[in-house]
């Protein structure tokens, strides 16, 4: 009989979610949070559950803004870089390009 070989278990991702924001709440540093609608907001990562994100200006913000993790589509580090370097292109691409399409014998 062979051993089953055991595997060590993958963190899900919501755990890998709660983690991320555990850092940037410990850490205290300023993030970007790019919402699904366009709009970014800046401040610290106060506190986080599964559902919602509380973002304030400062650590002991009076009035912090409350954000669904639903609306969140990226988050971000406020000293990253917001555009991502793009590599010059080698080749330019033809505008158009003639496809070969074999033709089919006719049905009767």
Do not use: W
């Not at 610290?44 to 409350?66: E, S, Y």
């Not at 917001?82 to 014998?105: G, H, S």
């Amino acid at each position: 009989m062979k051993k089953k070989e055991i595997r060590p278990r993958q963190p899900s991702r919501r755990q890998l979610q709660s983690q991320q924001f555990a850092a940037y709440s410990i850490s205290e540093a300023p993030v970007v949070v790019h919402l699904s609608n366009g709009a970014r907001l800046h401040g610290l990562v106060l506190a986080a559950d599964d559902f919602v994100l509380l973002l304030g200006r400062r650590l002991d913000d009076d009035q912090p803004t409350v954000v669904y993790k639903r609306a969140i589509c990226l988050v971000t580090p406020a000293g990253a870089p917001d555009e991502v370097a793009l590599a010059p292109e080698t080749m330019a691409a033809p505008e158009f390009v003639p496809l070969y399409i074999p033709r089919t014998r006719k049905r009767r």
